[in-house]
């Protein structure tokens, strides 16, 4: 029996707002909701002619960094005068941070129209496959085709998840970059990095420059074999680029890159963390590779770098106390993200706000923040897929202890009590000196911004 869009369903009707589209998009299969296949978005793409073609592509992979990397390879390349079309996912507040076109993500109305430019041919597909094109494959070809309608010289596309069944792996990169690969997603992906790693190596394609994050000797074997199987040229970090130095700075970091043709110093990258230095390492291989491996103008960099900006990313988003939100959903995650905050800031107490999606590695995540967090609160987002606050408080007890482990039923709440818990200090901390972390999915982080009223 085909499973199919109903046609009077939402996704059926043509859209005229915002809250349209949304409702036609979520009436689709989520991303959790996978069958692994590229029959439909390929049937899909065909029907829009292809738009994945008209334009470069730079296409990243990897467990972390990949939004933030994209977003620095996007600012260097509107730096160059080249026209930008970036995909990213997930969203943090809204579905159109996912489609922006030359820095900017699509307003209200540009939206709604890249929907309604590929609403029809969505029924086509649904009609003709044993199964109706997901929420992802639906997004991704919206974004395909607003990027040829733009046009843009240069796509920028993040993978959702993995690299080989990707919707987004109907593009051919010019540049595969794949950031760093540990244990993500493993019901969908495998249960060890080597096998993660060759999903991932599935967006190396014949022709290209594959740009590789330092990885695991195990993975790194994985995507070196990939790459000569298909004749891409490798670019490494740590032989052919890397972070030569950095330093924590006043709202980042000061940053000197070396990149496969050039050094550029002194840069400031208004990001935290060693993790983000390695990301804009990266980013900047990729530039280099797709614009010819020829050094890049050293005020062009120092600008680009300085401009990028990564939501819901050790992003202080309130003063008195200090609160801060980062996206941190699995144990590499959260390990960067707790040595960047040893590295740059000095919060006392520093307490957590935890909401965790159920299928996540939560041992590991725990036992990432313990060192760092005072007191941890536990909560839930909005999703379904949240773990329940009890259950994740029984587990952050077995590894904070009893005393260091609060419930709040709401993520609201759960920011008021570790607000209180921070402008209160503990243990001879001053008051004032502490500091909450809101941490544990992109959707938490997203819903907490919306809370606190931070910038879209």
């Known amino acids: 029996m085909t499973d199919s869009v109903p046609g009077d369903s939402p996704a059926a009707r043509p859209a005229r707002t915002y809250a349209e589209v949304e409702d036609a998009l979520l009436s689709r299969w989520p991303e959790t909701r996978l069958e692994p296949s590229l029959d439909r978005i390929r049937a899909f793409t065909e029907l829009l002619g292809d738009p994945q073609h008209a334009y470069r592509v730079v296409h990243l992979t990897g467990t972390n960094g990949k939004t933030t990397t994209s977003r620095m390879v996007d600012s260097l390349l509107r730096a160059l005068d080249l026209r930008t079309g970036r995909f990213t996912s997930p969203h943090v507040e809204r579905m159109t941070e996912r489609i922006s076109i030359d820095g900017a993500q699509l307003d209200d109305e540009a939206f709604v129209r890249a929907f309604n430019d590929v609403a029809a041919f969505t029924h086509l597909v649904d009609a003709d496959q044993p199964h109706p094109l997901s929420f992802f494959e639906t997004v991704v070809g919206m974004a395909f085709a607003a990027f040829a309608d733009a046009p843009v010289d240069v796509a920028v596309v993040e993978v959702g998840m993995g690299g080989s069944w990707d919707a987004t792996n109907v593009a051919d ?4 970059v794949v950031l760093p690969v540990s244990l993500d997603h493993a019901a969908y992906l495998g ?11 599935g967006i190396i394609k014949p022709g290209s420059v594959v740009v590789l994050a330092a990885q695991e000797q195990d993975v790194a074997e994985v995507l070196l074999a990939r790459a000569l199987e298909v004749g891409a040229r490798v670019v490494a970090e740590g032989v052919d680029f890397g972070v030569v130095d950095r330093a924590p700075a006043v709202g980042g970091q000061v940053v000197t890159l070396r990149g496969a043709n050039a050094t550029y110093s002194e840069l400031f990258l208004p990001l935290y963390g060693a993790h983000q230095a390695q990301n804009a390492a990266v980013a900047l291989a990729a530039v280099e590779a797709l614009v010819g491996d020829r050094p890049l103008d050293d005020e062009v960099v120092r600008a680009a770098f300085a401009d990028v900006s990564s939501p819901g990313r050790l992003e ?8 801060v939100l980062d996206a941190a959903h699995n144990p590499a995650g959260a390990e960067a993200t707790a040595a960047a905050l040893e590295d740059s ?20 995540l725990l036992a990432a923040f313990e060192p760092h967090l005072a007191h941890v609160v536990c909560t839930r987002n909005s999703t379904p897929r949240s773990l329940d606050p009890e259950a994740l408080a029984t587990e952050a007890r077995a590894v904070f202890g009893e005393d260091r482990v609060t419930v709040a039923d709401t993520l609201a709440d759960a920011i008021d009590q570790a607000a209180a818990l921070a402008e209160a200090g503990e243990g001879g901390a001053s008051i004032g000196s502490g500091a909450v972390l809101v941490t ?17």
């Not at 249960?191 to 190596?201: D, F, N, P, S």
């Not at 202080?316 to 609160?323: A, F, G, H």
């Not at 006392?348 to 909401?355: D, I, K, N, T």
């Not at 544990?440 to 879209?456: C, H, N």
């Open 191 to 201: 249960g060890t990095t080597t096998a993660i790693a060759e999903e991932k190596a």
């Open 316 to 323: 202080i988003i309130r003063r008195s106390p200090t609160i």
């Open 440 to 456: 544990g999915s992109v959707v938490t982080v997203g819903e907490a911004r919306v809370l606190l009223g931070g910038p879209r």
């Open 345 to 364: 800031f000095t919060f006392s107490p520093l307490v957590g706000v935890l909401a965790v999606m159920a299928d996540k590695d939560l041992e590991g």
């Open 173 to 176: 990169g010019d540049v595969a």
